[in-house]
C-alpha cells in the first residue's frame, strides 16, 4: 500500500485552484440566465431579497409583508447587493448557489488532491461534480440553500483536515470562517454535520485529541462568532424569541416529527445518490472481484453492496493511500472519505423531512471516490463509465421526441386541459433531444483510441457539460412552467382600480415580488392552519396573531386586518360574496364554484400551472368557464 503525504498543506498551486474555480464556474452558469425561476423555491427566496432593497430592513427577511425566517439572511445578502447595483435578473437570483456550486468543486479538488497525492486525480473529481446531477441541480435548478450549506460544509471540513495534517492556526481562521457562513446560510446543521463526521474519522484512526482540539479551537469559534452573532443579536432584538424558535422548531421538530413532506422512507437518499452522480453512476463502484472471491453462496450479492458506495471496498480500492498526518499518524484515505459519507447519509436518512437537495453535504467524497476511479479506468476505456451516459442519452432522445409530439408533459401540475400545456412544451423537444445526443457523443468520445488520455476525458467531460445546457436551455422554453412571470406581467400591464382587493386562494405565486407584481392577500385555511405553508409558517402566524390579526373578523366589504395580509377560508367567502370589488387567483378546479368572471388564464406560479384570475362582480353576465 503506498503513502501520500497531504498535500493540503502546500501553497503551490494556488493558481491551479482559481483556474478550477473558474472552470467549475463556468461549466455551472453558463446559459444560467435564460430560464424563469420557479417558485419553489427559487421565486420565493429572490422575492425575499428584492423585498430587502425595496423596503431597506437587511436584517428581519420578509416576503409578501410577513415576516419569512425560516432561514437566515446570507443568500438573500448575496442576491440583494447586485440587485442594488444592477437590477433584477434571474442570472443574479441564482448568483449564490453558482458560487456555491464553484466552491463545492474547489473543495473537492482540493481534498480529492490531498487525498490521492495526484492533480490529475483532483482535476478529474472537481469536473465530474460540476458536470453531475448534484452540481447542476444544486446549483441551477434546486432550492437556494442547500448548495451553499454544502460549500460550507466542505469548506468547514477541508480546514479541519488541513488542521489534522499540518496544524496552525490558520486552519483554525477557515474552519471559523465556514461555520460563521454556514450558521448565516441554514444555521446549526453547518455544525452538526461535521462534528458526526469527526466521529467517523476517530473511528478510522485519527487521534481524538486532535479532532477535539480542532472541534473546540478557540480561533475557530471566536472567528465563527464574529461572523454569525451581530446578526443573530439583532434579528432578536427585533423579532424576540425567534432564535428560540430557530433552533427548536426549525431544526430539532422538523428533524424529528416533519411537517407536510414528511412521507420519504428511511431509504429515500439511497437512488438519490445513484442520481446525484449521474451520468458517471457507474464509476462509483469497484473492487467486486475482492469480495466475490472464492465462489461462496450469496457472495454476489453482498458484492454488490460492499463495493458500492454505501459500503468500504469501493472506497478502499479507489483511495488505497496512508495518510501522514501532524504528529506521524497515518490513517488510510478510503476509509476517511467513506465515514466522512456514511456519517451525512445516515444523518440525513434519519430525518422524517426528506428533500432532494438536502444530501448534498454527503455528495463531496464521493466526487473524490468518482474522480480516482475515472484516472483508473481511462486506459482501459471500459463499458463501465460508458452505460450509463447511453442510457441517459437514450432516454432523453427519447423525451424529447415524445415531448415534440405532445405526448409527454413533465411537471404539469393541475387538472386543465391538455392542449393548454402542449404550446408551452413543444419548442423544448429538439434541445432536449439535442442534449440526448451530446450524452451519445460523449460515451462515444470515450472509446476513442487516438486521443492522448487528458484529451479524451476532457472531450467526454464537455459533452456531458453541453447536454447539461441544452436540457437547461430546453427547460427555459418552457417559461410558463411553475414560474409566476407571466402573470405578474399581466397583473403590471392590467391595473386594477383602487378599491379593487386582489387575493389569493390557497396558492401563493412566491416570485410575483420579484417579478414586479402586487402583493396580495392571502386566503385559505384557519389560523390555526393555513393552506399557504411556504409563507404562513408558525414563526409568521404567531407574529399575526400578536398584532391582533387573528382576533379581528371583518364584515362583508370591510378591510381585512392590514398586518400580515391574511384571509381566513371563512373571511374571504364573505368578502367574496360582499359588495367590494374582488379578483381572485385560484386554480382550474374553483372557478366552478367561486362563480365570477374568468380574467385571464392560464397561469403559472405557487406550484401551479392551473392559476386564473376571477373577478367576482362580472361586467357582463357569464355563464361558467
Known sequence: MGSVRSETGSRQGGHTAWVVFLVAYLALSLFAWERDLFDADEGRYASVAVNMVTSGDWVVPHLNGMPFMDKPPLVYWIQAVPTTLFGRSEY????PTLLAGALWALMIFLLARGWTGSERKAWWAAMLAATSAAGIIGSRVGPQMDMPLAAAIATALYASWLGLTRGGRAPQILLGAAVGCGLLIKGPLVVVVPTLVAVGWIVAGVSWRSVLRM??????????LLIALPWYVLVERAQPGWVQHFIVYEHFGRFGTGDHRAFHPFWFYVPIVILYLTPWTPLAWGGYARVTRGGRAGRPLLGLLACSPWGPYSWDAALPAELSLAGGQRVRAGRIAWLWFLAAFLLYSSSTRKLLNYLLPAAAPLFVLVGARLDGLVPQRGWQARALPVLCGLGLLSAGVLLQAGLFFPFATGRMPSDLEAERWAPGGPLIMAAGGCMLLAAWLWGLRRHVVVGRVAAVIGAVACSWWCLDLGLARIDAIGSSHALAAYLRSHPRPADELIVTLKRYPQGLEFYGGPRLW??????????????????????????????????PGDLPPRMGRLLTGLQFEKLWSSKRKVVVVCRWGEIRHLGGEVLAGPFGGGGRTDLFLLRNHPTQPQDGP
Request: charged fraction near 20%; glycine fraction near 14%.
Open 92 to 95: 443574479i437570483a441564482r448568483l
Open 215 to 224: 472541534l473546540f479551537s478557540p480561533w475557530a469559534w471566536g472567528v465563527a
Open 522 to 555: 392571502i386566503a385559505g385555511g384557519a389560523p390555526d392552519g393555513w393552506a399557504q405553508r411556504e409563507i404562513v409558517n408558525p414563526y409568521a402566524r404567531r407574529a399575526w396573531e400578536a398584532a391582533g390579526g387573528a382576533g379581528q373578523r371583518p364584515e
